[in-house]
């Protein structure tokens, strides 16, 4: 069996988008359609995170001038955030969002959501992948249950996302051209200064461009890639070096100081294998979002290992994974974003090479050849379709393309719009803060992001007296979560000093130092 799976097709296809079959143009249409309508489908129904709230305010601070509304301090590169403030005003011309901002930004990452299936399908095309199991491929991207929930939120994996794939299509180009490489390096260091984890794919990248048949020029198409990549990511350290923020030094920040609060200060997730350890119980919750195309995907990534056209796919899986498996550093919960579409490159290839061994071996029973190609086709598509747990699927992505998950979180919005002066101090979580700041407040020191009380030192400049001169606190459902994990002792005092006015759901609004307060 290994033998046949090894066996690499007698002629590879110089397929490329410049090149379109009309069946393939038809499948890229279909792909935007459905990715379009899946993803606008109850887009702002799924709960707002903080980090949705971080991301659009940054964005929205370049407005401004700023890179953040608050003290930029490295902790990402800002190129993830710039691409969206250069976008937002597209479902703004359009009247999107509901007047919130994070849902209005949801629709910018929309244009990503959809440019990653299209990738997904170019690639798996590029590897000479059927047009059926291509598309299979990005059927598992689009109605994944992580995909429509982590996928459809503003995180910056989905904003790097495309960027990295673009970055494998073109180091995979049959032409093996230098400028195609040079590009692909660049395009992966928009990815990284995008989101930096997505430098963990930079193996599979060179093993896609060098594990290949010998050309002339290979090393010079190396050498375009690394030269071109490292430029585009000397922009990062030298904006630093203009600011005057390189290194460390007393009176301001420094890429140092972020790079080292990154990979040794910040408090780990622990081991894997540590039972209740914040790792293991992330890596549980991505299995029940969507087991199938986590187990099935990496199976699929083993059985890739078994042709040099799709060896790239399993080491980047292998590579994805391999922090998740031994490292014990800080994950976040959107880090298997930037996995998914690999997963289904995987799933897609996979069943390719079944389809071609299978093919291989009815040819040599069926008597009739005209019937082999249809029956193995038809075959091997029930077999996924029997294997795949389509009813859970279909009951996840219900609940997410249906439900109302942000009533509570608008009628807080409406709540603090109508009742609070707006000279009155406020803390808020930062998933509602540049929507309230912007209604009046127009202030960062009096409508202030809950853990800058703490973590930003120009807290102390605008309120000498600390907590003592907050005087609204809006308590979401993820506050007391950061409050221990951040150790904002500020804001622990002032909610611990708190009656609550008004709650809604969730989301609870609380005076400060108010012994009893009627709602109105």
């Known amino acids: 069996m290994s033998s046949v799976l090894t066996q690499e097709p007698a002629a590879q296809p110089r397929w490329s988008i410049g090149r379109l079959a009309r069946p393939d143009t038809a499948a890229v249409s279909a792909v935007v359609l459905v990715a379009s309508a899946v993803f606008f489908t109850n887009l702002t129904g799924l709960a707002y995170a903080d980090d949705e709230g971080t991301y659009t305010a940054q964005a929205l601070s370049l407005n401004d001038g700023d890179l953040a509304p608050y003290t930029y301090w490295y902790d990402h590169p800002p190129v993830g955030w710039i691409q969206l403030a250069m976008l937002i005003w597209i479902p703004r011309l359009f009247g999107l969002g509901d007047d919130i901002d994070i849902a209005t930004m949801r629709y910018v990452i929309a244009l990503y959501f959809v440019a990653n299936a299209v990738l997904i399908y170019l690639i798996a095309r590029r590897i000479t992948v059927t047009k059926t199991f291509a598309l299979l491929g990005v059927a598992a991207f689009i109605f994944s249950p992580l995909s429509l929930s982590l996928g459809r939120q503003i995180f910056l994996d989905t904003v790097a996302l495309p960027w990295l794939l673009l970055a494998f299509y073109l180091v995979l180009s049959p032409r093996m051209a230098l400028w195609n490489h040079a590009a692909a390096g660049g395009s992966f260091a928009i990815a990284v200064l995008s989101k930096v984890t997505a430098a963990v794919m930079g193996p599979a990248l060179l093993v896609a461009l060098i594990d ?309």
Not at 408 to 431: A, C, G, I, K, N
Not at 487 to 508: C, D, E, K, M, Y
């Open 212 to 520: 290949r048949r010998a050309w002339q020029g290979r090393m010079f198409s190396v050498m375009g890639f690394l030269t071109v990549g490292a430029l585009v990511l000397a922009f990062y350290p030298l904006m630093a070096l203009l600011r005057g923020e390189l290194v460390s030094g007393d009176g301001h920040v420094s890429l140092q100081d972020g790079l080292l609060y990154q990979f040794t200060a910040r408090e780990g997730s622990g081991y894997v294998w540590e039972v209740g350890s914040a790792r293991s119980e992330l890596l549980v919750s991505w299995a029940v979002g969507d087991g199938f195309l986590i187990v099935g995907g990496a199976i699929a990534a083993v059985l890739c290992l078994a042709s040099r056209r799709t060896r790239w796919v399993s080491v980047a899986v292998g590579s994805f994974f391999m922090p998740v498996i031994v490292g014990e550093g800080y994950l976040p919960s959107m880090y298997i974003v930037a996995g998914i579409p690999f997963l289904c490159i995987a799933l897609a290839s996979a069943a390719d090479l079944m389809r071609r061994a299978a093919l291989r071996v009815a040819r040599n029973w069926l008597p009739n050849q005209a019937l082999v190609t249809p029956i193995v086709l038809v075959g091997v598509t029930l077999l996924l379709l029997v294997q795949t747990p389509v009813l859970g699927w279909v009951a996840k992505d219900r609940e997410l393309l249906s439900s109302d998950q942000n009533s509570d979180f608008r009628d807080t919005l409406d709540w603090m719009r109508s009742h609070v002066p707006r000279d009155e101090v406020v803390l808020t979580p930062y998933s509602m803060w540049h929507d309230l700041d912007s209604e009046g407040w127009d202030d960062n020191w009096t409508m202030i992001v809950l853990e800058k009380a703490d973590l930003d030192p120009a807290f102390k400049v605008h309120h000498p007296s600390g907590w003592k001169e907050i005087e609204w606190i809006i308590e979401g459902p993820t506050v007391q979560s950061n409050l221990e994990v951040l150790g904002l002792t500020t804001a622990s005092t002032a909610l611990q000093n708190s009656a609550i006015v008004r709650s809604f759901g969730p989301w609870n609004i609380r005076r400060v130092q108010a012994d009893a307060i009627a709602a109105p």
